[in-house]
Structure formats: structure tokens, C-alpha cells
T-cell receptor, first 110, second 114 residues
Framework: LAKTTQPISMDSYEGQEVNITCSHN???????ITWYQQFPSQGPRFIIQ?????VTNEVASLFIPADRKSSTLSLPRVSLSDTAVYYC???????????WGAGTKLIIKP | EAQVTQNPRYLITVTGKKLTVTCSQN?????MSWYRQDPGLGLRQIYY???????DKGDVPEGYKVSRKEKRNFPLILESPSPNQTSLYFC?????????????FGSGTRLTVV
């Protein structure tokens, strides 16, 4: 399983776009990149998943460069309610054993 | 509403008193898993089940048991709880294929063993 590296914490302000980058230098060919959001005392919530290039859904975008050694989660126009911990995970699509890192604690200020 | 339901949400118990934390999902998911979350240690997988009657150990299975007699339910059993099992527990499920479909997590069970 590929090891991931994320910033421990980030601050931003309401209305700004926030980009959280995850490094995964030893990503394997059949690995997918997945991001989760977790609020205190709640279970993680699946945000977005991708394999390469760009993926967009109603809440976020995921940018993956051609070498796939990193990925960037982009949250457009954040609000206070986006304050949470964000986890980047990399694993084969069929692998059920995910390794969760410490995540990135994102704090949004008024 | 599609969800994973855990019960109880909070539980305080004494060392050695057997307990069961229930987990049920209504999405017809094949895969279910239990995690514990501790400060500084993140989420660690306890057990997982790829389908009915199929279970396997995760990273920290010692002191826990699970069973998967029906697709929707995946209870976590602590036969003889100890204080080091005080933690926040999450149950999760996903469709066949695992992570590629994303996991749905329950709301958590905060267990305190005294």
C-alpha cells in the first residue's frame, strides 16, 4: 500500500478556494486515490476518488498529474462548515485494507 | 436513507464484562469493516468482511471478535474488555470492489472501559 504525505494543518477563510495536496511517490499502477472528510466524533465521509487527470463532483475537484505521484483536492468557495480533517488514501481498487494517515486539519475562519 | 447504523453511540462498561456493538447497513453492501480511532494513532482497521460468512483480521484484531451471518449486520464483540480498548469505534460498508466505490461510515460508538 502506498504511503501518503499530507500537511498536518491548513487555515483559510470563508469564500476562498482551498487546495490540499497529497504526496504518494510510490503509487502503483492499479492504485486509486480517494479523499475523505471527517468532522469531530463522526465517521469519515467519502468525498471524491480518481485515477488520473481531473475528477469533479458537486463538492470538490481532484487533480492528478500525469505521473500520479501527488494529487490535489480542491474545495471551491469554502465555508465555516468545511472545517474538518481531510484524509488522502491510496490503494488498489480491490484492496479492502486501507491505511489511514493523520490527515490534514483544515480550519476555515470567518 | 442509505446509512450504516451503529448502536450504542456511547457505552461505559467495566473490565471483563462482555459487550457487543451492533452495526447494520441498508445498502445491500457486500463489504463491511470495523475501525477504531485513537488520538495520535488515526483510524486502524480491526476486522473486515468481504461477504457473508467471510471475515478476516485487520491491523489490530486482538481482543475482538466479529461475525457475519447476514449481509446487513456485522456486530463487534468484546469478550473481555480492557481499558486499552477505550476508543471511538466506526463501522463501515461498501459495495463489492471495496475502496473503489468509497466507504460509508456509521456515526461511531464511543466506548469507555473502566
Amino acid at each position: 500500500l502506498a504511503k501518503t504525505t499530507q500537511p498536518i494543518s491548513m487555515d483559510s477563510y470563508e469564500g476562498q478556494e482551498v487546495n490540499i495536496t497529497c504526496s504518494h511517490n510510490n503509487i502503483a499502477t492499479n492504485d486509486y486515490i480517494t479523499w475523505y472528510q471527517q468532522f469531530p466524533s463522526q465517521g469519515p465521509r467519502f468525498i471524491i476518488q480518481g485515477y488520473k487527470t481531473k475528477v469533479t463532483n458537486e463538492v470538490a475537484s481532484l487533480f492528478i498529474p500525469a505521473d500520479r505521484k501527488s494529487s490535489t483536492l480542491s474545495l471551491p468557495r469554502v465555508s465555516l462548515s468545511d472545517t474538518a480533517v481531510y484524509y488522502c488514501l491510496v490503494a488498489p481498487g480491490s484492496n479492502y485494507q486501507l491505511i489511514w494517515g493523520a490527515g490534514t486539519k483544515l480550519i476555515i475562519k470567518p | 436513507e442509505a446509512q450504516v447504523t451503529q448502536n450504542p453511540r456511547y457505552l461505559i462498561t467495566v473490565t471483563g464484562k462482555k459487550l457487543t456493538v451492533t452495526c447494520s447497513q441498508n445498502m445491500n453492501h457486500e463489504y463491511m469493516s470495523w475501525y477504531r480511532q485513537d488520538p495520535g494513532l488515526g483510524l486502524r482497521q480491526i476486522y473486515y468482511s468481504m461477504n457473508v460468512e467471510v471475515t478476516d483480521k485487520g491491523d489490530v484484531p486482538e481482543g475482538y471478535k466479529v461475525s457475519r451471518k447476514e449481509k446487513r449486520n456485522f456486530p463487534l464483540i468484546l469478550e473481555s474488555p480492557s481499558p486499552n480498548q477505550t476508543s471511538l469505534y466506526f463501522c463501515a460498508s461498501s459495495a463489492a470492489g471495496g475502496p473503489i466505490h468509497g466507504y460509508t461510515f456509521g456515526s461511531g460508538t464511543r466506548l469507555t472501559v473502566v
